[in-house]
Nanobody, 113 residues
């Protein structure tokens, strides 16, 4: 069974950093394309960063140079990370880990000005 569980969100001041984590189970992250999406209040869900099966990463224009997606393993647990630097108030949203039709429950990121 595929499961994605995000954590690491919180409140941060503009210019600060956060690292989101996603514990992925039921599959090996290196064998699938995987990504992070976000949804701000009143807006549609949008793609932020993704990593394909060849390890290439792609970022939305709005986060280029600031956000980095990566994968790893912690005690036999597949992990997907989103390092977010130079955060802006417009980055405020619920962030979701995604693999195809599978979604996590989301983690709230709030950036204060």
């Amino acid at each position: 069974e595929v499961q994605l569980v995000e954590f690491g969100g919180g409140l941060v001041q503009a210019g600060g950093s956060l690292r989101l984590s996603c514990a992925a189970s039921g599959f090996t992250v290196e064998h699938y394309a995987i990504g992070w999406f976000r949804q701000a209040p009143g807006k549609e869900r949008e793609g932020v960063s993704c990593k394909d099966i060849d390890g290439r990463t792609y970022n939305a224009e709005s986060v280029k140079g600031r956000f980095t997606i990566s994968t790893g393993h912690v005690q036999n647990t597949n992990m997907v990370y989103l390092q977010m630097n130079s955060l802006k108030p417009e980055d405020t949203a619920v962030y979701y880990c995604n693999r195809g039709e599978y979604w996590g429950q989301g983690t709230q990121v709030t950036v204060s000005s």
